[in-house]
Antibody, heavy 121, light 108 residues
Framework: QVQLVESGGGLGQPGGSLRLSCAAS????????MSWIRQAPGKGLEWVSY????????NYGDSVKGRFTVSRDNAKNSLYLQMDSLSAEDTAVYYC??????????????WGRGTTVTVSS | SDDLTQPPSLSVSPGQTARITCSGD??????AHWYQQKPGQAPVLVIY???ERPSSIPERFSGSSSRTAVTLTISGVQAEDEADYYC???????????FGGGTKLTVL
């Protein structure tokens, strides 16, 4: 079945780095846009980033632009999020999701269970 | 602004109809989509492209749109529908994706 499993969360230091991974299975990963979404404790969903199937197109939310980098390895069916210059405001559950993207609509049809990132000294 | 605005909460009794609205200036140019999130769980897509329903979602969930707003309707609300609901769309250029602030649906 279609499945996304995130890993790599944990405790990060302010100013430090973490790398999240997302393992995909049950669908043709190399044909799919992918996205990261996060949710701070007790808060709503916040879109973080997306990447096209070939990695040629990426984009980021304003709060992470310049600090986070999305990438993928289609041979390994894996999505990544490199998070640098971490701050307490990055504390959240991070979800990996498959995205359906056309000229007129963009939505996430499959979600992982999430991995928790806590930034604290 | 490309922000999406939702009411923070809504309460309905079982069997009633719940309507959750989402408004935003970009909605005339972009489709909107809806997600259900229960406590401790990942979000689930319940409506896409304003009014399309994934095959796994019960028929009591429906969506509609007007010029600058979209509405998620849950007909005959059941206790299991108690959850947070988020609308999602993109800015007018499609470059940035955005979520509404979420609506907590309480089934009395």
């Amino acid at each position: 079945q279609v499945q996304l499993v995130e890993s790599g969360g944990g405790l990060g230091q302010p100013g430090g780095s973490l790398r999240l991974s997302c393992a995909a299975s049950g669908f043709i990963f190399s044909d799919s846009y992918m996205s990261w979404i996060r949710q701070a404790p007790g808060k709503g969903l916040e879109w973080v980033s997306y990447i096209s199937s070939s990695s040629s197109d990426t984009n980021y939310g304003d709060s992470v632009k310049g600090r986070f980098t999305v990438s993928r390895d289609n041979a390994k069916n894996s999505l990544y999020l490199q998070m640098d210059s971490l701050s307490a405001e990055d504390t959240a559950v991070y979800y990996c999701a498959r995205a359906v993207v056309t000229t007129y609509y963009y939505y996430m049809d499959v979600w992982g269970r999430g991995t928790t990132v806590t930034v604290s000294s | 602004s490309d922000d999406l605005t939702q009411p923070p909460s809504l309460s309905v009794s079982p069997g009633q109809t719940a309507r959750i609205t989402c408004s935003g200036d970009a909605l005339p140019k972009q489709y909107a989509h809806w997600y259900q999130q229960k406590p401790g769980q990942a979000p689930v897509l319940v409506i896409y492209k304003d009014s399309e329903r994934p095959s796994s979602i019960p028929e009591r969930f429906s969506g509609s749109s007007s010029r600058t707003a979209v509405t998620l309707t849950i007909s005959g609300v059941q206790a299991e529908d108690e959850a947070d609901y988020y609308c999602q769309s993109a800015d007018s250029s499609g470059t940035y994706w955005v979520f509404g602030g979420g609506t907590k649906l309480t089934v009395l």
